[in-house]
């Protein structure tokens, strides 16, 4: 059963950075694409970034140039490296993965970000 557990989540000041990072586990973690996801109150889901097995890496609009996703398959782990927060990136944060060659994925519980302004 794949475990995809976060943390790195908090209150951060306006301009600040955080690093969300999402630990799996029940899975061949190189197998698979990895993605951060967020859900902002009375908002759907929204994609934010992310990375291929083979380390390609793709951003959400409003994330890209402040947001870096990284992996590092050894400690199967994906980060989110999130800088010039502001209040419009509060939301939960959930990591999400996916199998490259299969449409089954999963989800972690989140971990709430705060951008106080």
């Known amino acids: 059963q794949v475990h995809l557990v976060e943390s790195g989540g908090g209150l951060v000041q306006a301009g600040g950075s955080l690093r969300l990072s999402c630990v799996a586990s029940?899975?061949?973690?190189?197998?698979?694409?990895m993605a951060w996801y967020r859900q902002a109150p009375g908002k759907q889901r929204e994609l934010v970034a992310q990375?291929?097995?083979?380390?390609?890496?793709g951003y959400g609009g409003s994330v890209k140039g402040r947001f870096t996703i990284s992996r590092d398959d050894a400690k199967n782990t994906v980060f989110l490296q999130m800088n010039s927060l502001g209040p419009e990136d509060t939301a939960v944060y959930y990591c999400?993965?996916?199998?490259?060659?299969?449409?089954?994925?999963?989800w972690g519980r989140g971990t709430q970000v705060t951008v106080s302004s």
């Open positions: 029940g899975m061949i973690f190189s197998d698979n694409i």
């Open positions: 999400f993965a996916r199998k490259y060659d299969s449409t089954v994925y999963s």
């Open positions: 990375i291929s097995n083979g380390g390609n890496t």
